[in-house]
């Protein structure tokens, strides 16, 4: 692969509701798919500009998502059964040591994967006529508009998005003291 697909976390909490009260001594390792295929829509719901959007992230849309996930689970348990955890004597909650192949874990990341809000390319970027904003970061067809945030990403960057919004920030400043 080009670049990082699948990022595993460990927090030293418990980190899921169906978890309460929480387990003495218990922390979570957690997987999130960084270069996903499925794709969501935002879409006018109206004329009105008060009209509230109609949002369909699209979550697991492309089965190539929840494969990755799947196997994401599968690494987790994979480093919580080696020696650098041994001394926590871990004890598998969720999806819990009952659920050993792969449908069972497909239909575990289907009731339980959520997001962490790292949404990018409502507004994409580029060069074609197709994208909502220009290379620089000018909005298509109205004048004196630009938008500087993660929706102009064309795709979502391997890691939180967080760096790339800054730099994305920072080269809207460029541009706008360029152009004045």
Avoid: K
Wanted: aromatic share 6%; with cysteine.
């Amino acid at each position: 692969m080009p670049r990082p697909d699948l990022e595993v976390f460990l927090f030293h909490i418990p980190f899921h509701p169906r978890l309460l009260p929480f387990p003495p001594n218990s922390f979570t390792l957690t997987v999130a798919a960084m270069q996903p295929h499925s794709r969501g829509t935002v879409r006018l719901s109206g004329a009105d500009p008060e009209d509230r959007p109609l949002i369909d992230p699209g979550y697991l849309g492309d089965g190539r998502d929840l494969a990755t996930l799947v196997q994401g689970v599968e690494l987790a348990r994979s480093l919580a059964a080696t020696d650098a955890f041994e001394a926590w004597q871990p004890r598998e909650l969720l999806p819990g040591p009952g659920v050993s192949d792969r449908d069972g874990l497909a239909d575990f990341v289907r009731e339980n994967a959520g997001t962490y809000f790292h949404h990018v390319g409502t507004c994409r970027m580029g060069g074609d006529e197709q994208s909502v904003v220009d290379p620089r970061l000018r909005v298509r067809g109205v004048d004196g508009l630009r938008v500087a945030d993660g929706s102009i990403m064309p795709s979502i960057v391997s890691a939180n998005t967080n760096a790339a919004c800054v730099m994305i920030g920072e080269m809207a400043a460029g541009l706008i003291r360029a152009d004045a």
